[in-house]
């Protein structure tokens, strides 16, 4: 079974199976597939008709039309979504506002979110973009809700359009910079990428995480700036691939100088009032950022001993964590460059158990101090996972599903929990249920949840049932973990089994 820390980032489409191309009955977007010539005939014809309303400022129709174009093509952004936010944002400045359509609307599709209904939540909120173009909310739901239906592209557009909002208010949302990013990323648009990280880090400058990972994306800029044409005289690519590293170089500079400056900052404003917690671990918080562990963990354990607030021995914790996860990093690049060294082997082994040992004792403490807490069950679970300590796992996640955000997670750690304890049809059961509940079929929790299933079909000796999922997972994925090997021994031995009979 896989190991849950293992995740890579591609975004999925719903169900199981690769879906075909359909219209827009019933009000649904049509899926991932390619639309029939006629279909795309129908949505252009919506898309000319509601530019023309547009230009007569009918803009009600117009937007009508749009809507229902979009719902037979939900890709099309020229035409479609930006028409509409075009067209949404004249009828605004014409002097007509949502009304209570727009509330309701914006209910409805917070509503078909929780139910776990994406397709329905797309149009509830699509249209109540179309009477209120320009909140910011609003926009970043549509973002989200886009990319859970693989419909990436829009979903860039509506961040776009959402970032570009959210920096007109006085307090910029970071999570549009970051899911930005994310999806950018996703299409090694680097550039692009570490633009919208360095716009999350002015609105929250103490996120540690997001210096490494604008570390990383300067890195990755400078790696994609170095593959030149081949045309290029090797001179050329000498002084680019120069003129690349020294660009991620001054970035690495930019972020350290920004670092030095803000702790200067925190450590006058703690000075002046060291007995606020709040300073307190912003300042331990820049320490570890530079580099200064032994420095943060003296101001926290001071500030605990000082007072025995429980935040205090929490944030010790996570920078103990993150160095374990530091040195494994580590250990692992190392490995890679001499995978024969078998001594980095043991190191590394040991580190993991001595990692695993400490992060159990720490969510079980955790736990108990935040005993409603669902997110550290989740985390309680999979520390008892790691330990082997499956029923005690079984506890944590049954009760991590009860958080719509865990809920799928949870279910697929359940499986693998049941799995574990060769519980295969309990097991199954739990993939199923996931499944069934997640529409993004190909991104990580997606194709982990497919493989599980077919591996648990598999221990059950249901061969036809873990040959069409093994082969739902490699037209998705073809090097995905060993699922083409799975595939191609059940199928010899199916047709062994044939053969004989």
């Given at each position: 079974?896989?190991?849950?820390?293992?995740?890579?980032?591609?975004?999925?489409?719903?169900?199981?199976?690769?879906?075909?191309?359909?219209?827009?009955?019933?009000?649904?977007?049509?899926?991932?597939?390619?639309?029939?010539?006629?279909?795309?005939?129908?949505?252009?014809?919506?898309?000319?008709?509601?530019?023309?309303?547009?230009?007569?400022?009918?803009?009600?129709?117009?937007?009508?039309?749009?809507?229902?174009?979009?719902?037979?093509?939900?890709?099309?952004?020229?035409?479609?979504?930006?028409?509409?936010?075009?067209?949404?944002?004249?009828?605004?400045?014409?002097?007509?506002?949502?009304?209570?359509?727009?509330?309701?609307?914006?209910?409805?599709?917070?509503?078909?979110?929780?139910?776990?209904?994406?397709?329905?939540?797309?149009?509830?909120?699509?249209?109540?973009?179309?009477?209120?173009?320009?909140?910011?909310?609003?926009?970043?739901?549509?973002?989200?809700?886009?990319?859970?239906?693989?419909?990436?592209?829009?979903?860039?557009?509506?961040?776009?359009?959402?970032?570009?909002?959210?920096?007109?208010?006085?307090?910029?949302?970071?999570?549009?910079?970051?899911?930005?990013?994310?999806?950018?990323?996703?299409?090694?648009?680097?550039?692009?990428?570490?633009?919208?990280?360095?716009?999350?880090i002015r609105t929250d400058p103490g996120d540690r995480t997001l210096d490494q990972r604008s570390k990383n994306l300067a890195a990755q800029v400078s790696i994609a700036s170095s593959k030149l044409e081949s045309v290029k005289g090797f001179h050329d690519i000498i002084l680019d691939k120069a003129q690349a590293a020294k660009s991620?170089?001054?970035?690495?500079?930019?972020?350290?100088?920004?670092?030095?400056?803000?702790?200067?900052?925190?450590?006058?404003?703690?000075?002046?009032?060291?007995?606020?917690?709040?300073?307190?671990?912003?300042?331990?918080?820049?320490?570890?950022?530079?580099?200064?562990?032994?420095?943060?963990?003296?101001?926290?354990?001071?500030?605990?001993?000082?007072?025995?607030?429980?935040?205090?021995?929490?944030?010790?914790?996570?920078?103990?964590?993150?160095?374990?996860?530091?040195?494994?990093?580590?250990?692992?690049?190392?490995?890679?460059?001499?995978?024969?060294?078998?001594?980095?082997?043991?190191?590394?082994?040991?580190?993991?158990?001595?990692?695993?040992?400490?992060?159990?004792?720490?969510?079980?403490?955790?736990?108990?101090?935040?005993?409603?807490?669902?997110?550290?069950?989740?985390?309680?679970?999979?520390?008892?996972?790691?330990?082997?300590?499956?029923?005690?796992?079984?506890?944590?996640?049954?009760?991590?599903?009860?958080?719509?955000?865990?809920?799928?997670?949870?279910?697929?750690?359940?499986?693998?929990?049941?799995?574990?304890?060769?519980?295969?049809?309990?097991?199954?059961?739990?993939?199923?249920?996931?499944?069934?509940?997640?529409?993004?079929?190909?991104?990580?929790?997606?194709?982990?949840?497919?493989?599980?299933?077919?591996?648990?079909?598999?221990?059950?000796?249901?061969?036809?049932?873990?040959?069409?999922?093994?082969?739902?997972?490699?037209?998705?994925?073809?090097?995905?973990?060993?699922?083409?090997?799975?595939?191609?021994?059940?199928?010899?031995?199916?047709?062994?089994?044939?053969?004989?009979?």
């Open positions: 079974m896989p190991d849950p820390e293992k995740k890579d980032q591609t975004a999925g489409g719903a169900e199981g199976k690769p879906a075909g191309a359909q219209g827009a009955e019933g009000g649904q977007p049509a899926p991932a597939g390619e639309l029939s010539p006629e279909l795309r005939h129908m949505a252009d014809s919506y898309f000319e008709r509601a530019a023309q309303a547009t230009v007569r400022g009918n803009y009600d129709y117009a937007l009508r039309l749009y809507l229902d174009g979009l719902k037979i093509d939900p890709r099309e952004v020229e035409k479609g979504h930006k028409a509409l936010h075009d067209c949404a944002v004249k009828r605004r400045g014409s002097g007509k506002g949502g009304g209570v359509g727009s509330l309701i609307g914006q209910m409805k599709g917070m509503f078909s979110q929780t139910l776990g209904r994406t397709k329905d939540a797309y149009l509830d909120l699509l249209e109540t973009l179309s009477r209120n173009p320009q909140g910011v909310n609003l926009l970043m739901q549509m973002m989200q809700t886009a990319r859970r239906l693989n419909l990436i592209d829009v979903a860039i557009y509506y961040g776009e359009v959402a970032a570009e909002e959210t920096m007109r208010v006085r307090r910029p949302q970071k999570q549009i910079f970051t899911t930005l990013a994310d999806m950018y990323e996703s299409k090694q648009d680097f550039q692009k990428a570490l633009d919208c990280l360095t716009l999350a991620a170089t001054q970035q690495v500079i930019r972020t350290q100088e920004q670092l030095q400056a803000q702790f200067q900052e925190l450590k006058a404003a703690w000075d002046a009032d060291q007995s606020n917690p709040a300073k307190t671990l912003a300042l331990a918080d820049c320490h570890a950022r530079l580099g200064n562990i032994d420095a943060a963990m003296q101001l926290l354990q001071a500030a605990f001993d000082r007072n025995r607030e429980y935040r205090f021995k929490a944030r010790m914790d996570d920078i103990r964590m993150a160095e374990f996860r530091r040195a494994d990093r580590e250990l692992t690049e190392q490995l890679a460059a001499d995978p024969s060294r078998a001594d980095l082997k043991a190191k590394r082994q040991q580190g993991r158990a001595e990692r695993d040992a400490f992060e159990l004792e720490v969510f079980t403490e955790r736990q108990k101090q935040y005993p409603t807490d669902m997110n550290v069950r989740y985390e309680l679970g999979v520390r008892q996972f790691r330990q082997g300590q499956h029923d005690d796992a079984i506890v944590s996640f049954q009760q991590a599903t009860r958080d719509p955000k865990r809920r799928i997670p949870a279910l697929n750690m359940l499986g693998r929990c049941f799995f574990a304890k060769k519980l295969f049809q309990e097991a199954q059961g739990q993939f199923e249920t996931g499944i069934q509940q997640y529409e993004m079929a190909t991104d990580p929790l997606g194709k982990e949840l497919r493989y599980n299933l077919a591996m648990s079909f598999e221990a059950q000796g249901k061969f036809p049932q873990a040959l069409e999922w093994y082969s739902v997972i490699v037209q998705q994925d073809y090097q995905y973990r060993d699922a083409a090997k799975h595939l191609e021994a059940l199928r010899r031995k199916l047709a062994e089994t044939e053969s004989k009979s």
